[in-house]
């Protein structure tokens, strides 16, 4: 399987030099393994957001030297990679969760009752 490594941070302000570091840390290792380095954004916690945030992390890490191959400013075919926007997603499969769970459980009373 091929090698892909994220940088995950929150758009509650600027980049910190322990961020910056965790980010050359997964570009090198992706590197090293000709992988690829995605950037995604969690913007879970709306009420920290600050404007304009996203696009100066992805330009510092550009500054910086590292190579971004997946993110909201580069696309790619794992997206979105804006954590708010993937909400659908997973409520997709949070039901089919909740059905399987439900499925297994009818199963499991059939099997219990005729034994």
Avoid: C
Avoid at 35 to 51: C, P
Avoid at 52 to 68: M, N, P, V, Y
């Amino acid at each position: 399987a091929a090698v892909r490594v994220r940088f995950a941070p929150s758009p509650t302000g600027k980049l910190h030099l322990g961020g910056l570091r965790t980010a050359l840390f997964n570009a090198l290792f992706a590197a090293k393994h000709n992988g690829s380095m995605v950037l995604r954004i969690e913007d879970t916690d709306q009420s920290r957001l600050v404007a304009g945030a996203t696009e100066s992390l992805s330009d510092l890490l550009s500054w910086s030297g590292l190579h971004i191959d997946e993110g909201p400013m580069h696309g790619g075919e794992y997206g979105p990679y804006i954590q708010s926007e993937r909400l659908n997603h997973y409520h997709e499969h949070v039901q089919l969760l909740v059905t399987l769970v439900l499925q297994l459980y009818e199963f499991s009373v059939k099997v219990l009752r005729a034994g």
